[in-house]
């Protein structure tokens, strides 16, 4: 069994908290792996950043937290505490069926995808494979705003009045990338949406050039299909958006 703790420091120079300062962000990794043949083999990873150096009323803090909350998907404890007790249930199901040709790995990395004065976007890739017929792998978008600390929600770039709009901008630009005309049923091109009508939802990546939405295996299509995503950009979000704060690099 081998344990890693890396760290390297990459330095960003951001606007926070309404005035100048240098933002650093700190990447990490914790990973733990148990081998017991070539080919056989329990791996757990997490890569993700950390702001550092950020005093204890900072909100910024919340980014951090955000974070390793994301990682943990529904488990309350530690990450370090999820590293162990995944190895640990692994060996025990190679002690179980010691003939099993079969190896487990978890891999959570959230990198960053976009910095600007205002916006820091991530993106986190969670893969998994503890058995069955495939492995399993989600995407998430994070957004923050570096001014307040806190997550990005759809409701800060569009008015609910303008919901429905968004909606139907949405549907028609998915039609449209799938060559599907006006009257194409979902239900025969291999889709699940509900009612007929697609509607955006809240994993979301704010770019320098417009809004992606991105819908996971298994929300609106078959793992077969793979994800589906939507890009809007800035250009056709005109009248949409409440403002183009967080697009502003």
């Known amino acids: 069994m081998m344990k890693n703790l890396f760290f390297s420091f990459i330095v960003l120079f951001l606007t926070a908290c309404g005035v100048n300062q240098q933002i650093k962000l700190e990447e990490k ?4 792996k148990i081998e017991f043949s070539e080919n056989r083999s329990g791996t757990v990873q997490f890569l993700f950043p950390q702001i550092t150096d950020l ?15 994301q990682l943990k998907g529904t488990e309350k404890k530690p990450l370090e505490t999820i590293q162990k007790e ?30 600007t004065d205002n916006l820091l976007s991530l993106t986190l890739t969670d893969f998994s494979y503890t058995g ?3 492995p399993n792998t989600f995407v998430t978008h994070l957004c923050f705003d570096l001014k307040t600390g806190k997550r990005i929600s759809l409701e800060d770039l569009i ?22 005309n006006e009257t194409s049923n979902y239900q025969e091109e291999g889709y699940f949406v ?42 056709e979000l005109k009248g949409l958006l409440k403002n183009n704060y967080f697009f502003n690099n």
């Not at 990794?29 to 733990?32: H, L, R």
């Not at 005093?55 to 909350?69: F, G, H, Q, T």
């Open 132 to 134: 069955g017929a495939h």
């Open 29 to 32: 990794e914790i990973s733990d």
């Open 55 to 69: 005093p204890e009323d900072s909100p910024l803090n919340n980014i951090n937290s955000v974070i390793v909350e």
């Open 159 to 180: 008015t609910k009045e303008k919901m429905n709009e968004l909606n139907i901008l949405a549907e028609k630009k998915f039609r449209s990338d799938n060559n599907f």
């Open 194 to 235: 509900e009612n007929g009508k697609l509607k955006v939802n809240d994993n979301f990546l704010i770019t320098n050039d417009g809004l992606t939405f991105l819908f996971n295996s298994y929300e609106i299509a078959p793992y077969s299909t793979g994800r589906t995503k939507i890009h809007l950009k800035l250009s």
């Open 86 to 115: 995944f190895i640990k249930e692994y060996k025990e199901f190679i002690d179980e069926f010691p003939s099993s040709p079969q190896s487990w790995e978890i891999k959570k990395d959230i990198k960053t995808v976009m910095k």
